[in-house]
Structures are given as C-alpha cells and as structure tokens.
C-alpha cells in the first residue's frame, strides 16, 4: 500500500501524526506534513487507515500496489 496526501487539502491538524506517528510527522521549522514511511508495511494498516478516516481536510488516501 502508499500513502496519497493531497498537499493543496492538507491543513497541517497533525490529526494523522496522533493516529500514526511513524508514518507522518509535523516538520519542526515550518509545521508541514511530511511523509515519513509512503510504503508502510501491511502490519500498520489500522494506524494509517485511522489516520484517513479522522483527517480533518479528507486529504490521505491509501492506494493498494499491483
């Protein structure tokens, strides 16, 4: 699976680094999103899956590879 964030939607809520902090992080210096792991492993599906579903904006989706 990849991890899609839509830049232009995203407002930076940091709702997505509470429900997956290994995935995404704030960058420190400008409170950008940033994308920490695009591939994550199937073992942490539920974490990204929440973090979709409680995005303020709607802006991470989950692209499934193949």
């Excluded at 509470?18 to 994550?40: G, S």
């Amino acid at each position: 699976m990849k991890v899609i964030v839509d830049f232009d939607l995203c407002g930076s809520h940091a709702v997505c680094t509470r429900e997956a902090p290994d995935i995404f992080e704030l960058d420190e210096n400008t409170d950008e999103l940033m994308i920490r792991i695009e591939d994550p492993d199937e073992s942490r599906r539920a974490e990204l899956e929440r973090a979709v579903k409680y995005c303020p904006n709607l802006a991470i989706r989950i692209e499934e590879n193949g």
